[in-house]
């Protein structure tokens, strides 16, 4: 299926791994001009020889205005803005401080809001364009092991729609993906951190993790980033037009009920 993609820049943050990178690696090799950032130079140009095509590697670090107006400079207009870039942890509730609180509100959900303030008005003057935004299930169950981490998800829902109300009579669409526990560089930390057995071997653990903390899951599997980036990639299209103001669950069955 041709995604009609060709002539479209796309910028997709977190891009350096995981389902970030993933997603740059789709929008590439359907035709589109994609620019990814990161922290680390090294890092990030081995994940732009990776996505190949017609990729721009630019280091800065949206979660710092500073970095996000780096990023602006180098990449001042963007079709399609796929806000990815997140941070993750198992914490207590009431081990989560002050500081915690706020460093994954900046992350999560503030450095999705500072590129959105630049490209989203380009898009609606220019009556195109598509601003993704990468949550997670846990938006809607809220893991009680990650509570800071479920609200910046639940606030991502809540702007993603908050900018879809403005697209009306264009061709704008904002919408949100959901995916739920996905292969990416910190999964196999993240599950010994949750699991009993933390020397029991990757399949053992992941098994306890999916029977003991995502017990809702359908597909009882992690999810590969490919198949978000897939998902990504169709929302991102003059194909998906008709799709605007949605929350689409790629979370393998978790969410129970209809959202």
Known sequence: MDLQLAGKTALVTGSTAGIGLAIAKRLAAEGATVAICG?????????AADVGG???AVLADPATAEGAERLISEVPKADILVNNLGIYEAKPFAEITDADWHRFFEVNVVSGARLARNYFPQMLAAGWG???VIASESALVIPSEMIHYGMTKTAQLAIARGMAEMTRGTQVTVNSVLPGPTRSEGIVDFIRSTVDNKDAPEAEREAEFFTKMRPLSLIRRLIEADEIAATVAFLASPLAAATNGASIRA???IVPTIA
């Open 39 to 47: 922290r680390n130079d090294e890092k990030l140009q081995a994940a």
């Open 54 to 56: 017609n990729v721009r």
């Open 130 to 132: 598509r601003v993704i």
């Open 251 to 253: 979370e393998g069955g």
